[in-house]
Structure formats: C-alpha cells, structure tokens
C-alpha cells in the first residue's frame, strides 16, 4: 500500500529544509556501506504514532532566473498535485507576507489538507500568530523548526489529515509489477506490449500518463498486475521541476509492489534521476530487474553489452544482486522473457530457509573465516534465525553486535547468495545482542 505523502511548500528563507529534517529526523551525514545510494533527494521517510508517510521538501527546485513569486507558485502547483496533506511554512519574524498570501490562494483551491506552519516563533507564550488565520486555511501551528519546539503538536495534525486509502483487494496469487524510471523511457511502450493493446497513450513528450495505471493480464497461467508510473505533462511544460516530480508517481508504485521493473534508456545510460528512483526501490526492500530499454537504438559489437552491464553495476552499486534484461519496447524483442525473469525473483523474494540449514551455513563461514578481533575482544554469533520474507530478512544473535564490522556483515551476505541465491532481492541483515551472555 502507498504511503501517505506530505508535502513542505512556502517562499524561500521561510525554514522549509530545516523542518523536513526535523520531520523526518535525517542525519547531517550517512554513512552506507555500499556504494552509489544518491542522498540527494527531495523527499525522506518519516513516521509518527507508528504511521509511514513520505515527506517532500520543496526548497531544493530552482528556476533559474524567474522572479520569487513564480518559483513560489509553481512549487505549490506541484505540491499539490502529488500531495495528501500540504505543509505551508510561513515566518513568524517576517510576519505575513503578499507571497505567501499568493500560495494560499492556490492552495485553498486545491480541495486538500492543508496546514500552515508558523516557523521561527521564539516566545510561545507571547508572540502571537493571529495574522496568519488571514489566509483561510485554518488555525496555524506555531513551531521553532530549528529548535523542535511544537513540531509533536505538528506531526499530530499531519497524521489526523492522511486520507483513508482502501487496501488493494486483488486476489493473493497476483504478482504486482511496479514500471518506474525516468519519463520518456519507454515505461508505458513496455506496459501496452505486456497488455496487447495500447491501452496507456504512448508519445515521445516525456511524461503522457498523469496517474499511475493499474492493469490486470494473464500469461501462461500466472496474474499479474501492471502499474505504469509515467507523469503526463504538456509539451510547454515539461522542465526539470516538473520531471523532478514525477518521482513521486514511481515512490507510490513502489510502496504497492511484488517487484520492481527500473527501465534504463540505453541511449542515455545511467542518470542521477534514475539512482534516486533506484535507491527508494532498494531501501523499500523490493525485488527488482533492471530493464535496459531502446536497445535496437544502440550500435552494437560483441562487448557492447558487457561493457554496459559493468557501467550499470557501477553506477547503481547498491542493487548488484538486481539481474539485467535488454529489451525493446518498441519492437517487443525480449519483453516477454521479462516475465520469466520477474516469476524468478519474486520467488526469491519469499524463500525461506530451514533455521538448521541456516545455522548450519553460518557455522560454516565462521570456521572458514573467523570475524576480526577488536582489542581483543572476538565476535561471537551463538545462532541465526529468517525473521521476515520481502525482502528476505536475517537475525543474527551475537555477544557484541558492534564487533561485527561492515565488511563481515557483506561477507554474511555474499555468502548467504552463494548459498540460497535471493537473486533480485536486497537481503536484510539484523544484529542483535543475545542476552543472559
């Protein structure tokens, strides 16, 4: 099921970035222990009384020589377009302002919850924040973004606003397909082959479907159900931004699906916009194939293949366990062999493995290579037990859970592959301490 998103628009200086990292409690710095997850994005995980949602942070996008108040608007256009609940920030020194005034307007319009936030408020006793009832959207929340003081009172609000989703009532036995990536990658010429009909508009402007698109089909016995992610935009339009935006579409799919199609756009290889999508689909836990799309595109020799697999696993480093499939979607060459390939790592995705065989392997690894000393102090890991499925999740019981360096826990996880495959899945490995030790 997709996560509520929310979303934190206002004019620049108002503290809009400051609060989407109190909201989402997001680190100065990450440290990731494989390599190529981009952290420069725009939205973040968050939760509040056991609630997941997604909070968008609108401060990043640009449009470079406009004036202020444009930039304000289109920020909460597009705000509102992908959001269930909108965040106004407004500044308590700076008093209300005609821009902010400007957004309001949009936003009362928009026929969705709205918040206003009154940022950078010093005395909660004696500053008061009454101008701002001025822009119709209710009783403001005044906090101190920088200092977290009320933002419990905000998060309360945000969380009484989501919007009650259904949960999906398709049959158990259905494989959901989520197709993301950049638009104009060919997502919706992919979803119309597996259909046999054209029924998603397919066009060269990048972006023609508004709406992710469900769409049940059969094939050789097996329901799956198809979700196209592409962002329908007209051709005056379409700008960084809005691409920017799209992303959105694809984080919902992902929340809903069995198994991730990424398209890459073999004409253009590996952009920064596709790590980012990539990397949510991999922090979500999904099984994933990379789709390598417009293939017939590409003058070809014998190594050409290989040489683009490498870049791939180099650039996306984070999803090395993701298999590769080179399609076209024009012509069809290759997509149906995508099912079988989807059939496969979604098995995987539910494996589990017997607790003796698992324990009996990781045995086995110790005694071939023994995890490194820290001053002295040796690890221990007494036993290991699958704790989850989708994706496939590991506990491992030791004396000193900070004893087990990064590079052991990759050499767990290699091995657990060179076992059981789990091939297209992320493995989940969880350290804890075992007590009474």
Request: aromatic share 8%.
């Amino acid at each position: 099921m997709a996560k509520p998103v929310v979303a934190i628009v206002g004019r620049p200086n108002v503290g809009k970035s400051t609060l989407f990292n109190r909201l989402t409690g997001r680190r100065k710095a990450i440290v990731e222990d494989v390599p190529g997850v981009t952290r420069d994005r725009l939205y973040e995980e968050a939760e509040w009384q056991n609630k997941k949602f997604t909070v968008i942070d609108t401060g990043g996008i640009q449009w470079d020589n406009d004036p202020i108040s444009f930039q304000v608007k289109k920020q909460a256009e597009l705000a509102i377009e992908q959001a269930d609940v909108i965040v106004f920030v407004v500044d308590a020194r700076a008093g209300l302002l005609a821009d902010d005034e400007e957004v309001a307007a949009i936003l009362r319009k928009a026929g969705k919850p709205v918040i206003v936030a009154v940022n950078k408020v010093e005395n909660f006793a004696d500053q008061p924040v009454y101008e701002f009832y001025k822009l119709g959207l209710g009783e403001p929340v005044p906090i101190s973004a920088a200092h977290g003081m009320n933002t419990g009172d905000l998060l309360d609000k945000i969380v009484q606003s989501f919007p009650v989703h259904p949960e999906d009532d398709y049959p158990a036995d259905v494989i959901k397909i989520a197709v993301i990536g950049r638009p104009n990658v060919g997502k919706s010429s992919l979803v119309n082959n597996f259909l046999g009909e054209k029924r998603v508009i397919v066009s060269d402007v990048p972006g023609t479907t508004r709406d992710a698109i469900d769409s049940l089909f059969s094939y050789e016995g097996r329901n799956y159900l198809i979700i196209d992610t592409a962002g329908m935009r007209k051709k005056g339009k379409i700008n960084d931004p809005i691409e920017r935006y799209s992303v959105l579409r694809s984080l919902k799919a992902v929340d809903r699906a069995d198994v991730v199609l990424m398209l890459i756009d073999a004409t253009e290889g590996v952009t920064e916009q596709d790590k980012k999508i990539a990397g949510y689909a991999h922090e979500q836990g999904k099984a994933s194939v990379i789709v390598v799309n417009k293939w017939d595109a590409v003058q070809k020799n014998d190594k050409t293949m290989n040489q683009f697999d490498e870049n791939i696993r180099e650039q996306l480093g984070f999803m090395q366990y993701a298999p590769t499939m080179y399609i076209s979607a024009l012509t069809g060459r290759r997509v149906w062999k995508l099912l079988e390939l989807i059939d496969f790592v979604a098995e995987q995705a539910n494996r589990r493995i017997p607790t003796n065989v698992l324990n009996q392997l990781i045995s086995e690894i110790v005694a071939l290579n023994p995890p490194p000393t820290d001053k002295g102090k040796a690890l221990k890991i007494f036993y290991a037990t699958q704790a989850g499925v989708k994706p496939p999740t590991f506990v491992l019981f030791v004396n000193e859970p900070e004893l087990l360096h990064f590079s052991y826990r990759r050499h767990i996880e290699n091995q657990l592959r060179q076992a059981f495959g789990f091939e297209g899945n992320p493995l989940r490995i969880v350290i804890r301490r075992r007590t009474g030790e």
